[in-house]
């Protein structure tokens, strides 16, 4: 069945320094989805891809989808301490309304 | 116009009792999908339903477990006989349109913790 590996598992940052979070999907998604969960919330949706290449931004955040969309990144520039908490990327494939969730990317900033 | 809601917040069963996760999507949304989630963990797909149909049950335990959203009400995932292990984090998310009508962010709402003691 269709899986989403993401890594790092755990990032430990400065304030100010840059984080980033990758996606790979073992097949071809029809669009990927990033979500982002604080501690003790709920998941948050931030962005959908859709297109192969395709590259959006929100303020400090970067989104890539991958040539192949198989793969897709989260960057974000000069972290601060309201950045903290779990990145979460999620993909379906052609036909399905099932979205497969990524592990999630817990980031963590120390001021 | 009110997000996700889901009650109860916290929930404590016995084992072998059953528990009741209610979840009334956002006013216009037809899909509702539910997710597990133990601590540290992603979020696991279980279903996906429309309003009196279940669309993808992929995820759900064949035993114990089931799902349903009627005409009228807000949707449930029932647990029947509880075990530890069923101890999570219960989301509940809900879209205004399936992948067909994209696109189709989902909306969580704050879950379900269930604690089996």
């Known amino acids: 069945g269709q899986q989403v590996m993401q890594i790092p598992q755990y990032q430990h940052v400065q304030e100010g320094e840059d984080f980033t979070t990758y996606c790979n999907s073992s097949?071809?998604?029809?669009?990927i989805q990033w979500y982002k969960q604080r501690p003790g919330g709920h998941p948050v949706f931030l962005i959908q891809l859709v297109k192969s290449g395709e590259v959006k931004k929100q303020k400090r955040l970067t989104f890539q989808f991958g040539e192949a969309k198989k793969n897709s990144s989260l960057h974000i520039t000069a972290t601060q301490t309201t950045d903290v908490g779990t990145y979460f990327c999620?993909?379906?494939?052609?036909?399905?309304?099932?979205?497969?969730f990524g592990k999630g990317t817990k980031l963590t900033v120390n001021p | 116009n009110a997000g996700v809601m889901q009650n109860p917040r916290h929930l404590v069963r016995r084992r072998g009792q059953e528990a009741r996760l209610r979840c009334s999507p956002m006013?216009?949304?037809?899909?509702v999908y539910w997710y597990r989630q133990l601590p540290e963990e992603g979020l696991k797909f279980m279903v996906y339903?429309?309003?009196?149909?279940?669309?993808?049950e992929s995820g759900m335990p064949k035993e114990r477990f089931s799902a349903e959203f009627p005409k009228e009400g807000p949707s449930i995932l029932r647990i029947q006989q509880v075990v530890r292990g069923d101890s999570a984090a219960y989301f509940c998310?809900?879209?205004?349109?399936?992948?067909?009508?994209?696109?189709?962010?989902?909306?969580f709402g704050p879950g379900t913790r269930l604690t089996v003691t």
């Open positions: 006013k216009g949304h037809s899909h």
């Open positions: 097949t071809t998604l029809s669009n």
């Open positions: 339903l429309q309003k009196e149909n279940i669309i993808d």
């Open positions: 998310a809900s879209s205004p349109l399936g992948l067909a009508g994209g696109p189709f962010e989902q909306y």
């Open positions: 999620a993909g379906t494939q052609g036909g399905s309304e099932k979205l497969v």
